[in-house]
Each structure stands twice: as structure tokens, then as C-alpha cells.
T-cell receptor, first 118, second 112 residues
Framework: GAVVSQHPSRVICKSGTSVKIECRSL??????MFWYRQFPKQSLMLMATSNEGSKATYEQGVEKDKFLINHASLTLSTLTVTSAHPEDSSFYIC??????????????FGSGTRLTVV | QKEVEQDPGPLSVPEGAIVSLNCTYS??????FMWYRQYSRKGPELLMYTYSSGNKEDGRFTAQVDKSSKYISLFIRDSQPSDSATYLC????????????FGGGTRLMVKP
């Protein structure tokens, strides 16, 4: 089945630094990537939607200057948390959707990145 | 009121039991319905995908959609300790590329 590879799985960074999270679709071209944030024992909160070659669409309340999303190719999307602060500590997950006509209509998720800002 | 409601649990059952997980939703425009399983600190894994109303079976899993009642279910037969996870329902309007709307997730514990 389709695989989305997400790296790193865990990262600890100092307050004020930036962290980049990568998501790669390994055997298919992801037309759309979604980025989620998940707090402990809570569901996924959609942060932004990105399509290859265009600017990401951010959900209300998500700071686009803080959470930079780049979707430069059909197989790679990145989320950069800029000037991270302890309140940015969370579990970040990417998800890729498939072009119409593919067999798997469910979205495939990456394995997640646990970010801890100290 | 949330668009998709799901009992958070936890739901604790003995090994071998039949598990019933449910979601209700308010938006009749939802057309595609999914169930995901999420283990702790991992990304969600797609279990079942259905379009519109009806049943779908895959091994020990059966998904049901009743659009008239705005109610979806996931049944797990012969539950195993390895089924212990959080189960998320999700739904979508229209074509691939549109966002998913998730329920809050139900935590399931299957005891040996």
C-alpha cells in the first residue's frame, strides 16, 4: 500500500530555534498534503492543506508565519516550526491524499513527529 | 456541537468480545466515511473506507453507514489485545483532496 515517510519521529529543540519536519510519499504522487497537530488524548486538529506548487491554506487560528509549509514537489512536503516555544510542543502528523482514480481513497498518514521544545 | 461526535471511552472488553464503535454526524453532505486505528504515538492507520450508505466487511472488521440516521459504526469480531488502540472515525465531502473531519476518537482496551 501507499506509504508516507515522516521524519524525524522525535525531536527536542531549544526555545527560539526552528525545526523542520519532512513528509515524503514513497510510491505515489501526493496531490494534496495535510498537516495536523494532536495533543495528548485528543483528536487530530487540521493545521493546513497544501497542494504541490501553491501556497498552503491555513486553518483559522494557525499562524502561517510560525508554521511554514512547503510543498515543492508531488512527493515532498515540509513543515517548519519557526522560533519554537514550549507551547508548540505537540505531536505533528502529515497526511497525503491520492489523485482521483487511484484504488486507495483513504488518506495515508505519516508516523508522526513528537516535538518537545525546552 | 461538533460536526462529528464520538464517545471517547475508554471502552474495556475481554479478549474475544465483539466491539461496537460508533460516530454520529450532523452534516448530511458527508459522502465518504473512514475508520482509522491509532496506536499511541503513531500516525493513524486506515482500517475501513466506505462510500455512502451500506456495509463493508474486511476480515474481523465490519463498517456500517446509515446516512438517513447520520450514524456510522465499526464492529470488531473476536477482539484481540493487539486491537487495543484509539479508533478515529473520519468523513469527507466530495472528492479526494478535500479535508477529512475527524471524530474525537474512542480508546479501546482489549484485556487478555
Amino acid at each position: 500500500g501507499a506509504v508516507v515517510s515522516q521524519h524525524p519521529s522525535r525531536v527536542i529543540c531549544k526555545s527560539g530555534t526552528s525545526v523542520k519536519i519532512e513528509c515524503r510519499s514513497l510510491d505515489f504522487q501526493a496531490t494534496t498534503m495535510f498537516w495536523y497537530r494532536q495533543f495528548p488524548k485528543q483528536s487530530l486538529m487540521l493545521m493546513a492543506t497544501s497542494n504541490e506548487g501553491s501556497k498552503a491554506t491555513y486553518e483559522q487560528g494557525v499562524e502561517k508565519d510560525k508554521f511554514l509549509i512547503n510543498h515543492a514537489s508531488l512527493t515532498l512536503s515540509t513543515l517548519t516550526v519557526t522560533s519554537a516555544h514550549p507551547e508548540d510542543s505537540s505531536f505533528y502528523i502529515c497526511s497525503a491524499s491520492f489523485p482521483e482514480g487511484t484504488l486507495d481513497y483513504g488518506y495515508t498518514f505519516g508516523s508522526g513527529t513528537r516535538l518537545t521544545v525546552v | 456541537q461538533k460536526e462529528v461526535e464520538q464517545d471517547p471511552g475508554p471502552l474495556s472488553v475481554p479478549e474475544g468480545a465483539i466491539v461496537s464503535l460508533n460516530c454520529t454526524y450532523s452534516n448530511s453532505a458527508f459522502q465518504y466515511f473512514m475508520w482509522y486505528r491509532q496506536y499511541s504515538r503513531k500516525g493513524p492507520e486506515l482500517l475501513m473506507y466506505t462510500y455512502s450508505s451500506g456495509n463493508k466487511e474486511d476480515g474481523r472488521f465490519t463498517a456500517q453507514v446509515d446516512k438517513s440516521s447520520k450514524y456510522i459504526s465499526l464492529f470488531i469480531r473476536d477482539s484481540q489485545p493487539s486491537d487495543s488502540a484509539t479508533y478515529l472515525c473520519a468523513m469527507r465531502i466530495g472528492n479526494a483532496g478535500n479535508m477529512l473531519t475527524f471524530g474525537g476518537g474512542t480508546r479501546l482496551m482489549v484485556k487478555p
